[in-house]
């Protein structure tokens, strides 16, 4: 398994990486903020053992608002389940500063 935690440039250039990035962040947290292009976002409440993304066990990026608890419990929650996951380190913010582009 790779590091758990990627810098945000590595991250935003993963957006043309087979592993898919996770938007984990709350669905408060979303509200004004335009999603990044080419990601998909999860109701970090639902995660859990079962989720279809856990049971698909692909290699996975994770990022919340600030790369701290949310993404971090979800890169756990699948590296418990022997997949290669990350987060990423400063989450949103950190993404659109490295220059990810947002969703229209």
Do not use: N
Request: charged residues 25%.
């Amino acid at each position: 398994m790779t590091d758990p935690y990627l810098p945000a440039i590595e991250a935003s250039e993963a957006l043309s990486d087979p592993r898919p990035l996770i938007d984990v962040r709350k669905a408060t947290a979303r509200d004004g903020a335009p999603d990044i292009a080419g990601t998909r976002w999860i109701d970090p409440f639902r995660l859990d053992h079962d989720h279809p993304l856990i049971e698909a066990a692909v290699p996975v990026i994770f990022f919340c608002v600030h790369g701290h608890e949310v993404s971090r419990y979800a890169c756990a929650l699948a590296r418990l389940h022997r997949i290669d996951a990350a987060y990423v380190e400063g989450g949103y913010e950190a993404l659109v500063t490295a220059g990810a582009r947002r969703a229209p």
